[in-house]
């Protein structure tokens, strides 16, 4: 089936938050609570979708996952020893609708984040991922993003594990 990666609207704020409160059910009945009612908040994501870094992936007409592409980084990455240098694609809260998972969509958004970053002249992407989330870092980890750290986010006491891929 056809997919597209669409820059995400204003109109379309409650999807995303949908599929992120889905996501953070999914990741609480894990046993992962670092994604819950009070995170990703919803004036983070609707200033990040004004300023037109959100992206939706479509297939047909259904939107199965969210990517966020920025500059922005946790003052906490400043503690780490990057490859690359500043001039970083920073992903954000990457989500794929729980029964879409496991058929290739994180995967297509990562691609597009490489994609993205290599048209607009980014020497890297860096990104984080809860540290007891093994599925998570290994999914990055076989993407050829090699670990750097870990860091403790400024917005809650977990730690995080941060990935860097250098792009040729």
Same mark, same amino acid.
């Given at each position: 089936?056809?997919?597209? !990666?669409?820059?995400? =609207? %204003?109109?379309?704020?409650?999807?995303?938050?949908?599929?992120? $409160?889905?996501?953070?059910?999914? &990741?609480?009945?894990?046993?992962?609570?670092?994604?819950?009612?009070?995170?990703?908040?919803?004036?983070?994501?609707?200033?990040?979708?004004?300023?037109?870094?959100?992206?939706l992936?479509r297939?047909?007409?259904?939107?199965?996952?969210? !990517?966020?592409l920025? =500059? %922005?980084?946790?003052?906490?990455?400043?503690?780490?020893?990057? $490859?690359?240098?500043?001039?970083? &694609?920073?992903?954000?809260?990457?989500?794929?609708?729980?029964?879409?998972?496991?058929?290739?969509?994180?995967?297509?958004?990562?691609?597009?984040?490489?994609?993205?970053?290599k048209?607009?002249?980014?020497?890297?992407?860096r990104?984080?991922?809860?540290?007891?989330?093994q599925?998570?870092?290994?999914?990055?980890?076989?993407?050829?993003?090699?670990?750097?750290?870990?860091?403790?986010?400024s917005?809650d006491?977990?730690?995080?594990?941060?990935?860097?891929?250098?792009?040729a």
């Amino acid at each position: 089936m056809k997919t597209e !990666i669409i820059k995400a =609207e %204003e109109e379309n704020l409650l999807e995303i938050m949908f599929i992120y $409160k889905l996501n953070a059910e999914d &990741l609480i009945s894990k046993g992962f609570t670092h994604w819950n009612s009070a995170y990703p908040s919803y004036t983070k994501v609707r200033n990040n979708v004004l300023n037109g870094q959100v992206y939706l992936l479509r297939k047909e007409r259904t939107t199965v996952g969210v !990517i966020t592409l920025n =500059e %922005e980084q946790d003052s906490t990455y400043n503690n780490l020893t990057w $490859k690359g240098s500043s001039n970083a &694609l920073v992903v954000h809260r990457i989500a794929v609708v729980p029964y879409f998972q496991k058929r290739g969509y994180g995967t297509q958004l990562l691609e597009f984040a490489e994609e993205f970053a290599k048209k607009n002249k980014f020497q890297s992407i860096r990104l984080d991922t809860y540290t007891k989330n093994q599925t998570t870092s290994d999914f990055f980890s076989n993407r050829g993003y090699t670990k750097v750290g870990e860091i403790g986010h400024s917005q809650d006491l977990l730690l995080y594990t941060c990935y860097e891929k250098i792009l040729a």
